[in-house]
């Protein structure tokens, strides 16, 4: 671009009224500066930031044009702007202050960087209506291309200064980088902690699992005296995230240390006479020198064995400050440097932290404001879960003292090898005899553009025999660890996670939900006494934002978890899915059918004992009990209550529903247990199931309820497999569910296509 000529109006002028102005342009990102008559200013710019340059004090009264003329020409740009004030009407010559009367501002940017000091140069020039100077000034200018970079539009590569880089946006078109909480263990050291636990990395593994981010620098050789480039993030912020330089010989040391060391040593072996005035007596000296020492080894990096790779230093962090200065140091050859960063995250997004955290590079001037900024936002990858419809990978089972639950576990194998899912057994070293295995932890993962999925596991609260299981034996490479729990509160049978469910992908209201949506057991809603699952284990999960949380009643159960009355299967046809709900109507409706069918005097349970009473028992008598009948007519209204809300959050119809005959008994005023097997608490392995083993009536040589079970789901593409679970899980309140659990595939979905 050349020269920019114009005129300047009077403070006279009359202005006619104008039509209105276009809707306006967002306003530019300019910095302020102000030129004075008859010098020549030396100032830096960054590429692609403005200069709002204030010619306010050059132009004299009798000015009526002006000449603009950038140096070079096609690398820095000028605009005029006349911001004037608009008159309403006519002014009288004189009426307008001058000053406002011929307030100009030119707006400069560089197109690239500069090679040497002041290679950039804009002229100012004003004349009166005679042609004479009235006015100049001139605008040396230094510049240089700064930016911090990051993998913004979700490709897993880093691009150069991305436009949108300092805002994150949800949804298929949004855009903004992504950052993993590093919870997995990479340094195989024993301690059984997640990387994110250290101040340090662990390896090239733990790089993997980091974010990548990139400081690019372009310019002469040297910054300005007084001139330094900093990375900063906010103080709360720097609790939240730990960054890594790859390159630690570009981070800047304090230099106070080494400065004042070297003023002392001169202080004391130079004669009086040649004492340099310090300021600071030999006491203050030593003090000050002291204070150094000691805050230099409170902040030293942790015994040898700790200490990062040579090659990475951790700058920013928790046990770090929040701001770093780097070296600028350009190859001479092209005038460019790159510095390469690694981030990660430390926490998921919680109760009050919505996972978005800002890192700045900043181009400062002394102690004054910086001169330029540039932001770029990250979002923390949720914590997802899995529901029974993604494919599974890896089925566990505890292994009981004594072999005690053996032959569950070979049934459950002829389900496992079915399926081709492999099957880990957790020995009753491990275990500690506690065999509710699905209650101690729900597996899940968390993802980031451009790398794996990591699996991670989410520890529950109840910390009962398996307690370490999840840190010693799951915990380790490319498998992470989170928990959450309140150790002011004692955990109740809510908190489990037999409790905690996930729906399939669903549409409900308008609003999808291409992850589905957590579901979680609590009171009723208008009990404020009764249990809940932990408000710190509640709260986390609604933080992730991607799988909306829903509250059910499962507080009329005696144990208390939804997975004893509701469970999702793949199915073939209609939405790819059914929930199956536990219903005593359909167990005396098939039970009537039965009896009408000659089937009465038919025993259920027959060969089984419960608590050492026999406890078979006929079609006639179950259907005779009117006590049993009455109670289950209270269970089925609760079951009724969490089909309705269910229908209405997750935006289901009744052909998306089938009912599994289930019956239930009152345990003593504590709630609701499973009177036999309930077959809703299955384990679900692709197309294959393992339901507990029912121990109905035998007809035409069959159990009945199995026969009517397999008539409902095998149309559906579906296996039915049934676990003997009587005496090992189900006299103990628990299922083949309750005793098991599955690591699943990830979603096909990305969550940051999710619109929250």
């Known amino acids: ?152 539009d979700r490709d897993g590569v880093v691009e150069v200064n991305n436009p949108h880089k300092s805002t994150w946006e949800w949804g298929p078109r949004g855009h903004g980088a992504v950052l993993l909480v590093n ?24 790089v993997k699992d980091m974010s990548p981010m990139v400081v690019r620098m372009r310019g002469p050789l040297k910054l300005p005296v007084d001139y330094s480039i900093r990375l900063s993030t906010p103080p709360e912020t720097a609790e939240k995230i730990g960054i890594f330089c790859l390159q630690p010989d570009v981070i800047k040391e304090d230099r106070r240390l080494e400065d004042l060391s070297k003023m002392l040593n001169e202080f004391l072996t130079k004669p009086d006479e040649e004492t340099p005035d310090i300021g600071l007596n030999m006491e203050e000296m030593r003090d000050r020198l002291g204070n150094l020492v000691e805050d230099k080894l409170d902040k030293d990096e942790p015994p040898k064995e700790d200490t990062p790779l040579k090659s990475e230093t951790h700058v920013i962090g928790p046990n770090k400050a929040n701001v770093v200065e780097l070296e600028y140091r350009v190859d001479m050859r092209d005038n460019t440097a790159t510095y390469e960063f690694a981030v990660e995250g430390l926490h998921y997004p919680d109760l009050m932290f919505d996972g978005q955290v800002s890192i700045t590079l900043t181009l400062q001037r002394g102690r004054g404001s910086p001169i330029f900024e540039d932001t770029a936002v990250f979002q923390v990858a949720p914590w997802i879960m899995t529901p029974n419809t993604l494919p599974p990978i890896e089925a566990f089972v505890c292994e009981m003292e004594d072999g005690k639950n053996l032959s569950f576990i070979q049934e459950l194998q002829e389900v496992t090898s079915a399926a081709s899912v492999p099957l880990v057994i957790v020995p009753h070293t491990v275990n500690r005899g506690d065999r509710w295995m699905q209650d101690e932890i729900e597996l899940g993962y968390s993802q980031v553009p451009g790398k794996d999925v990591m699996p991670v596991v989410l520890d529950s609260p109840r910390d009962r025999g398996l307690q370490n299981f999840p840190k010693m034996q799951l915990l380790g490479k490319d498998f992470g660890y989170v928990t959450r729990f309140n150790p002011d509160k004692e955990p109740n049978s809510l908190d489990s996670f037999g409790n905690l469910e996930v729906s399939p992908p669903v549409t409900a209201n308008g609003k999808k939900y291409p992850l589905g949506r957590i579901l979680i057991g609590s009171t009723s809603p208008t009990n404020q006494y009764g249990r809940r699952m932990m408000k710190v284990v509640r709260s986390f999960l609604k933080a992730q934002r991607v799988q909306s949380p829903v509250e059910l009643y499962s507080d009329w159960l005696a144990v208390g978890h939804i997975d004893e009355f509701m469970t999702f299967i793949p199915a073939r046809g209609g939405k790819g899915f059914r929930l199956l709900l536990a219903s005593p109507d359909a167990f005396y409706a098939y039970l009537g059918w039965l009896q009408s069918q000659g089937h009465g005097s038919a025993s259920l349970f027959e060969g089984k004992e419960r608590y050492g009473t026999p406890a078979a028992v006929t079609v006639d008598q179950l259907l005779q009990d009117s006590k049993l009948r009455e109670e289950n007519q209270v269970f089925q209204d609760d079951i009724d209550w969490n089909r309705d809300k269910l229908k209405r959050e997750l935006g289901l119809t009744e052909g998306d529903i089938i009912d599994i005959p289930v019956l239930f008994k009152d345990e003593g005023g504590r709630g609701a247990g499973a009177f036999f097997p309930d077959m809703v608490n299955m384990i679900v392995l692709g197309r294959h199931l393992g339901i507990p083993k029912p121990f109905g009536p035998i007809v035409a040589g069959a159990c009945a309820f199995e026969s009517y079970v397999k008539s409902l789901l095998e149309p559906l593409g579906l296996s039915c497999n049934f676990i003997d679970d009587w005496s090992s899980y189900h006299l103990m309140m628990g299922e083949v569910h309750c005793g098991t659990n599955t690591l699943r595939k990830p979603f096909n979905y990305k969550w940051w296509h999710v619109e929250p």
């Open 183 to 206: 919870n997995d263990n990479d340094d195989f050291d024993g301690t059984f902690d997640p990387d994110h636990k250290n101040s340090r990395i662990d390896g090239p593994l733990d």
């Open 1 to 152: 671009m050349g020269k920019c000529l114009g005129k300047l109006l009077g403070d006279g002028a009359s202005r006619e009224p104008k039509p209105p102005p276009p809707k306006p342009k967002p306003a530019v990102k300019a910095r302020t500066i102000r030129l004075t008559r008859g010098v020549s200013r030396s100032e830096v710019i960054v590429v692609g930031q403005y200069l709002a340059v204030d010619l306010s004090n050059i132009a004299g009264d009798e000015a009526v044009s002006y000449e603009i003329t950038p140096y070079p020409k096609d690398d820095v740009i000028v605009s005029m702007k006349d911001e004037r004030p608009r008159a309403t009407g006519n002014v009288a010559a004189g009426g307008m202050d001058s000053a406002l009367a011929k307030k100009m501002v030119v707006y400069v940017y560089a197109r690239s960087h500069s090679k040497e000091k002041d290679d950039k140069l804009v002229t100012f020039e004003f004349a009166d209506a005679n042609g004479r100077v009235a006015g100049q000034a001139e605008l040396s200018l230094t510049a240089y291309f700064l930016s911090l970079d990051v993998d913004c």
